[in-house]
């Protein structure tokens, strides 16, 4: 069922996320007025009750467990003649929403709370509670239930009527259809896949690798950055699992063996404990898709997002790679000429370990572009305040810094949202912006509380909250951005628009609940802003003297740099998706031990050769919470380009809230409460087109 999808949605490649603005109200208890405002909107607005104990926790769990069996068990008491839509079908949304609320707040004590203990808890309560959400699919007696209401073939309209279809495609894809026999054996696998999957991510997250270098070893690496890891004598250390600190020596660590070495430790992260997981999971994966019927897990994956099928996603990848062929080789020597210049070996091949600092030095020679240099730019509580401007403008909505009443780390924010015009409280978001020990270690959203009708008639507003991984700032120096930092947070908090702004009645249609690969795209979108000289203006200026902005010709050269190493970041994108499309293909119970050596042959020939025995699938968390998804990205940004045209073309560009409107009305409210194709179209005014999403490639139409 849907509460066994996604908790939290994170950003495709391995850059940053979200944080933020106003200062507290003058009220005396600002939480306690916001509730009540709620109140007369006939809404409510409410924050997780956060477990602060191991034995609370797990306390917790326990009674999830025990009121979705009595729930369930009302419904499967039921005779045929007493169902309707209420008992059965609200009634299972009902459950499956009280579950997901334990799910996502385990979710992320897992992965932030400083504790270990808790966090090893929360890992050990999140097996145990999704192998037991598996098995309701499997409650026999809800099932009869639920299908004699469908059999009254009732005349519903909407979002009830959507619910209906998506529960009983939900229980023919847990394979109530077939004989009790198979059915119990792809219950009993799919509860083995919990325990797997929630592993895989944890080995993820622990994994940590700190490496050893001399400042030589280091050299231009810039000396702000050098200043946070120096240990002591000459002695720096980086750690390879800190997504920050890795790409910020990959673009510009000079010596090649410093950036080889790097590499070679971040691809072999999580190796030892992953690898043998993986084997079991692929295989798995692929025996429950075929006893459901399905040819592959990512024919059965595919089937409830935009794309259908696999072999659709395969075409559609296959053709960007082919398109992207051109501008990619010429990429490549123009790569190789700066190699070549720098080493004076005239045999000199752009190697993996290669691409993000020879794409930095080809900005900084042809384009005059030094992207460390912009961070004077983009301090980020000046960043964070600008955002929060914009999106209140076009979003017509208002942000309030309220106290947490329960804070899990010290520096933790939390926001009110409110409608600017009417006062509708609309939810909440947390910002927990700084990397530290233990925590989630890329950037994502995280759902909390989702939007939903209540039986009361009242409708829950949403809770959320942006786990991201940003530089700290120093003693001296606030957390200064890089402008593809600044694009992340415009992407990330895309999220928390779409969640906050839901409007859908039932919980497994609220918030990003979307098809996955439409899911990125309205975030994705908002990354257009912060290419716009009139935005970046608003918010970006040198924070040793504001007066001065990103000069006009700097933000020019910036895009055309961008252009320029488009193929190289596109072509990557493209092979981590093929490798999820391979893995979720072509590995089965015969060959599981070819899980490493195919993923590596496919990102060596997509992309660039790998590092001789290295194991990036090990460290790749997206086949966990993406598996046979990944596509999604690069599908999800050919809708982003296209709709961010209409914000372009409208009266006041970026800063259009007539369209901001639209945006919200269109596709942040109906969340999947309808076919997504219909909300794009009714935001675009018309069919969608692929010629934007070209032209920002580089690509020419055939």
């Known amino acids: 069922m849907y509460w066994n999808l996604m908790r939290f949605v994170w950003l495709a490649v391995l850059v ?15 939480l306690r007025e916001f509730r009540h405002r709620a109140g007369q909107f006939n809404s409510v607005v409410t924050l997780p009750d956060f477990e602060t104990t191991t034995n609370l926790l797990m306390f917790d769990l326990r009674q999830t467990i025990a009121v979705g069996n009595a729930g369930l068990g009302r419904i499967g008491a039921l005779k045929p003649r007493e169902v309707t839509f209420e008992n059965t079908i609200r009634a299972l949304d009902d459950i499956g929403y009280q579950i997901s609320l334990a799910d996502d707040r385990f979710g992320l004590i897992k992965e932030t709370w400083t504790s270990a203990a808790m966090r090893n808890t929360a890992t050990e309560a999140l097996k145990q509670l999704e192998e037991w959400a598996v098995g309701i699919d499997y409650r026999e007696d809800v099932y009869k239930a639920v299908k004699a209401y469908a059999d009254t073939k009732p005349r519903l309209k909407g979002e009830d009527a959507r619910l209906l279809a998506d529960t009983m495609r939900d229980y023919r894809r847990a394979g109530l259809d077939l004989p009790k026999a198979q059915r119990d054996e792809v219950e009993r696998m799919r509860k083995e896949l919990t325990r797997l999957t929630t592993d895989y991510e944890s080995n993820i997250t622990k994994a940590k690798k700190a490496l050893k270098f001399t400042k030589a070893e ?50 072999n992260l999580a190796r030892s404990n992953n690898i043998p997981l993986l084997q079991k999971i692929l295989p798995m994966r692929d025996d429950v898709a075929r006893k459901l019927g399905y040819k592959t897990w990512a024919d059965y994956q595919t089937e409830v997002k935009m794309a259908k099928n696999a072999a659709t996603v395969i075409d559609f990848l296959e053709k960007l790679k082919t398109g992207l062929q051109p501008k990619f ?40 572009v030094d992207a460390e240099q912009l961070r004077v730019y983009f301090p980020y509580q000046k960043v964070l305040d600008g955002m929060f401007s914009i999106y209140q403008n076009i979003f017509g909505l208002k942000f309030e810094r309220v106290d947490a009443p329960y804070k899990w780390v010290a520096d933790l924010q939390l926001y009110a949202v409110s409608d600017s015009k009417t006062g509708e409280p609309l939810g909440f978001f947390y910002l927990d912006m700084f990397p530290r020990d233990g925590k989630y270690n890329h950037f994502a959203q995280f759902r909390l509380i989702e939007g939903k009708a209540l039986a009361s008639g009242k409708y829950q507003r949403p809770t959320v909250a942006l786990i991201c991984n940003f ?52 975030s994705q979108m908002l990354e257009n802003w912060v290419w716009d000289k009139k935005v970046l203006d608003s918010f970006a200026a040198d924070y040793r003297d504001p007066s001065k902005k990103i000069p006009a010709d700097i933000l020019a050269k910036l895009r055309e740099a961008k252009l320029a190493t488009e193929g190289t970041r596109y072509r990557r994108q493209i092979s981590f998706a093929l490798v999820d499309m391979a893995l979720h293909t072509q590995i089965h119970d015969s060959n599981a031990a070819e899980a490493v050596p195919l993923s590596n042959k496919v990102l060596s020939e997509v992309f660039l050769p790998m590092v001789p025995d290295t194991a990036f699938v090990a460290y790749f968390g997206h086949l966990m919470g993406y598996d046979a998804g990944y596509y999604g990205y690069a599908w999800a940004d050919a809708i982003a380009v296209d709709m961010a045209t209409i914000f372009e073309q409208s009266p006041n560009g970026y800063f259009d809230s007539a369209t901001g409107r639209r945006l919200r009305d269109e596709i942040y409210a109906p969340g999947d409460s309808r076919d997504v194709n219909e909300s794009i179209e009714k935001f675009l005014g018309r069919k969608r087109s692929l010629e934007p999403f070209l032209r920002k490639l580089g690509i020419e139409k055939k």
């Not at 190699?339 to 005239?346: I, L, S």
């Open 16 to 30: 940053a996320a979200s944080s933020g603005l106003a200062q507290p109200t003058n009220q005396i208890n600002p």
């Open 218 to 267: 280091l050299e231009g690496v810039p000396e702000d950055f050098l200043a946070q890891v120096k240990g002591t004598n000459d002695e720096y250390t980086v750690m390879a699992n800190i997504t920050w600190q890795y790409i910020m020596v990959m673009d510009n660590a000079k010596h090649e063996e410093t950036r080889k070495r790097l590499i070679t430790e971040h691809d």
């Open 329 to 368: 080789d010429a990429e490549l020597a123009a790569f190789r000429q700066i190699k070549v210049k720098e080493t004076g070996d005239t045999n000199a091949q752009v190697r993996v370990w290669d691409w993000r600092y020879l794409s930095n030095q080809l900005k900084k020679e042809k384009y005059n």
């Open 471 to 522: 530089p700290s700032p120093s003693k001296d120096k606030p957390s200064l951005l890089s402008h593809s930092d600044v694009e992340t947070i415009f992407h990330e908090f895309g999220h928390a628009m779409h969640s906050i702004l839901t409007r859908a009645k039932y919980g497994r249609f609220s918030c990003t609940s979307v098809p996955r690969d439409f899911v990125e795209a309205p």
